[in-house]
Structures are given as structure tokens and as C-alpha cells.
């Protein structure tokens, strides 16, 4: 249990040198903002993703069955817009190489643009979404969600991909003591899973109570807050925003 609260606490609050500074803290930021976004997708735009495209494969081969309650269509338009916004986020791995801070940063900034278009169609939307919107709602937010996965990707922080969540509970399982494991980064995961679960939790409260655009307003304030603090925390000659071996 030390040794899970050690790690937890490191990986909220990085320890001088560590060799990816701050961005622990903010790739947890960035999975409550996963969180609530799959949220608003799953239980406000018609049982799809926008950032877990497992499940959109299956939904996909259930709806082609003939299941009630899924589109077909839905769960081909979200992967498509989720596989540009990674295409996307792969260029600006690309063109930010050398510098991770830069990275996140002018990736996070194009997130909050694209949520902050979703929120300005739920605004229009007044509480009823059209088919129209919804799709718009899907796009947008599956670029910023397939941008998110690939820049995660590129960053390279250990258990913290913000988007998926599978390998992060078995590695809690497979690499644990009783499994004869050593256990690595036993908190860094457990607070993955958290954050993740935490942003469910909220969008899906704040969704039961009618408010789509406060739900996307929370997640474009967190990537905001999360593009300003990668700026402000960024230089030229910091060790943790160099490309890792």
C-alpha cells in the first residue's frame, strides 16, 4: 500500500529531474476529459464512442446484425473522424519531434478548438439534437479524441494513454505480487483508471440532469487549462520536453 500511495503521489506531483516532468499530471487531466466525452458520446449521441474504438467495432458488427438502438453509420463516421484527428496528431508528432512540450501544447490547443465547436452545436442544439448535429458532435469530437490518442502515443508516458484502459488493468493484475510480479507504477495506474472513471462519473451526472453543454463545457475548460499550463511549464532547454531515446 506504500509503495502505491509513493507512486501515486509522485505521478501527481512529479519530483525535480524526473525525466518527464509535468506531463503525468497532465496526460491524468487529459483522461477525465476522455471520460467525460465518451460520456456525452455513449449516452447523449446514440450509444457510439469517440475515443474508445473498441467498442465501436462491436457496435458496429451488432448494429449490422440488426440490433435495436445502434447505427451502423455511427460506428463508421466516429472511427473515421477518430483515425484523421490521429493522422493529424501523427503530423504534429511529426513537426514537434524535438520538443514534447510544444507538442502538447499546440495539440491541446487544436482539441480546444474542436470541442469548443462542439459545444457551440450544443448550444444551438437548445437540448434537442437533431441528426444533423449529432453528427457534426461525432466529428468533432472524434478529431479531437483520435488527435489526443495519437499525441498520448508520440509523448510516450508510461500507463498513461488518456484514451484506452485495457492493457493499463491487466498490467495492474498481471504485474501485481500476487501474480509474481514487480509491480511497476502500481499508483500511476490506479489513477489512470480513476481519472478516467471520474469523467464518466461526472458527464454522465451532469448529462441525467439535461446539461450537454455544461458536460462539453467541463472538458474544453480542462484542455484549455491543460494547453496554458504545457505553455507556461515549457522551455526551450527543459529535460523533460526532449524527444526520449
Not at 473498441?54 to 458488427?61: A, I, S
Not at 448550444?123 to 479524441?145: F, N, P, W
Request: glycine share 12%; aromatic share 4%; hydrophobic share 55%.
Amino acid at each position: 500500500m506504500r509503495r502505491l500511495l509513493t507512486d501515486a503521489a509522485r505521478t501527481l506531483v512529479p519530483p525535480a529531474g524526473d525525466r518527464h516532468g509535468p506531463l503525468p499530471p497532465l496526460m491524468l487531466t487529459l483522461t477525465v476529459v476522455t471520460g467525460l466525452v465518451d460520456a456525452v458520446s455513449y449516452l447523449a449521441l446514440g450509444h457510439v464512442f469517440v475515443a474508445n474504438m473498441t467498442g465501436n467495432v462491436v457496435f458496429l458488427g451488432f448494429a449490422l446484425a440488426g440490433t435495436a438502438g445502434l447505427s451502423a453509420l455511427a460506428s463508421v463516421v466516429s472511427p473515421a473522424a477518430f483515425l484523421l484527428g490521429a493522422l493529424a496528431g501523427g503530423r504534429l508528432g511529426t513537426r514537434f519531434a524535438a520538443h514534447r512540450g510544444l507538442l502538447l501544447r499546440t495539440a491541446t490547443a487544436v482539441q480546444t478548438v474542436l470541442v469548443a465547436a462542439a459545444v457551440a452545436v450544443a448550444a444551438l442544439c437548445d437540448g434537442h439534437v437533431t441528426t444533423g448535429a449529432r453528427y457534426a458532435l461525432i466529428v468533432s469530437l472524434g478529431l479531437a479524441m483520435g488527435l489526443q490518442n495519437a499525441v498520448a502515443r508520440r509523448l510516450g508516458v508510461p500507463d498513461l494513454t488518456t484514451t484506452v484502459l485495457t492493457l493499463t488493468l491487466t498490467g495492474l493484475a498481471a504485474d501485481s505480487a500476487p501474480a509474481g510480479g514487480a509491480a511497476p507504477r502500481p499508483g500511476r495506474r490506479l489513477l489512470s483508471v480513476l481519472a478516467m472513471f471520474a469523467g464518466a462519473l461526472a458527464g454522465a451526472a451532469l448529462l441525467g440532469h439535461g446539461h450537454l453543454v455544461l458536460t462539453l463545457g467541463l472538458a474544453l475548460v480542462l484542455l484549455a487549462v491543460t494547453s496554458l499550463a504545457t505553455h507556461r511549464l515549457s522551455t526551450a532547454d527543459a529535460v523533460w520536453a526532449r524527444a526520449q531515446s
